[in-house]
């Protein structure tokens, strides 16, 4: 492997001059003289043989090239920063705090009894549970705001391990008018009933995901407001299994008969922000929610 000529210091100083918008405010920031900051840039030019910069009244502007140079060096310097991060946690053991995403579809039950299972083994280490909605885990997750993520998607340039695959239901409530047809439902026949859907917690909603298209909708924000408000009758809704057996088990909800889609079947996986640096106490959490699904299933059946 060739040693680089180039340190960490040097690049730091490109980028600061860019962010700071010229040597002396960089000298500032980093707390050295103007000469040493002048310095550390040219020695990155001459050792690459390029020009970084080009000096335009007394700004000095950056190239193509050092433009180039100025995005590969913030990849670098925060890579670094990363492994010495990462380094510290694994040399102090557990951590303090895990931020963890969780899809809304997966069991709520399933995730407490995890956190708890790892509370019991780090009681000291806090959790930081983000509850999503479709987008809102991708956030999560490209942001850096999760350390590990529960999401029916895989973002690109993010590998994860399929936990299991919840079954949705469209349902509504015994007496609603969709259960008096008779017979099998088309998406026509909703079309003049109220679909109630939960609201997509990302920056990014993507409107596609509304299934049905109908005169009536209410968006909500969590699955439970959902579940109440086809449970009063006020529409239908798609709903996960797993959060309505006691409806379905009573009767107070009933699947509704449609010719396709009144049922899906939706994979959940589990993404690490960074397989490659994982500290303790996300690698033990990891270890533990697969543990519980798999005995989940295993008891259950593979009811999801």
């Keep these: 492997m060739k040693t680089p000529h180039i340190t960490l210091e040097q690049w730091r100083s490109l980028i600061v001059v860019v962010d ?11 707390n050295k003289s103007q000469s040493a900051v002048t310095y550390a840039v040219q020695k990155i030019e001459s050792l690459l043989g390029v020009k970084a910069f080009e000096i335009q009244g ?3 502007i950056l190239t193509p090239t050092g433009q180039m140079l100025y995005r590969r060096a913030l990849a670098l310097v925060e890579e670094a920063g990363d ?12 951590e303090a705090e895990i931020h963890v995403a969780a899809e809304i579809l997966f069991p709520s039950r399933l995730l407490l ?14 959790i930081e549970l983000i509850e999503s909605v479709l987008g809102g885990t991708d956030d999560a997750l490209l942001k850096g705001e999760a350390d590990l993520v529960i999401s029916p998607r895989m973002p690109p340039g993010f590998l994860g391990e399929l936990l299991m695959r919840i079954r949705l239901i469209t349902v509504a409530h ?13 998406r026509r026949d909703l ?15 993507d409107r596609r995901a509304v299934s049905v298209e109908v005169d009536q909708r209410w968006t909500v924000s969590q699955i439970a407001t959902s579940i109440q408000a086809v449970s009063m009758g006020f529409g239908f809704a798609r709903l996960p299994e797993e959060h309505i057996r006691e409806e379905l088990k ?12 009144g049922i899906l079947e939706v994979p959940l996986y589990m993404i ?33």
């Design 113 to 126: 009894t995890s956190l708890d299972r790892l509370g019991q083994e780090s009681p000291r280490t806090r």
């Design 83 to 94: 492994l010495e991060r990462a380094a510290h946690t694994l040399s102090a053991g557990w």
């Design 174 to 186: 015994a007496d609603h008018p969709l259960h008096r047809y008779g017979r099998e439902l088309t």
């Design 272 to 304: 690490l922000a960074n397989p490659d640096l994982v500290s303790p106490g996300v690698r033990r959490l990891a270890e533990i929610i697969r543990e519980t699904c798999n005995q989940s299933l295993s008891t259950e059946g593979d009811d999801y």
């Design 58 to 60: 007394r700004k000095a």
């Design 191 to 205: 079309r003049a009933y109220r679909h109630v859907v939960v609201r997509d917690s990302g920056s990014k909603r």
């Design 20 to 30: 700071a918008g010229g040597y002396a405010q960089a000298a500032e920031i980093l």
């Design 250 to 261: 009573t009767g107070l909800l009933k699947p509704l008969p449609l010719r396709e889609g």
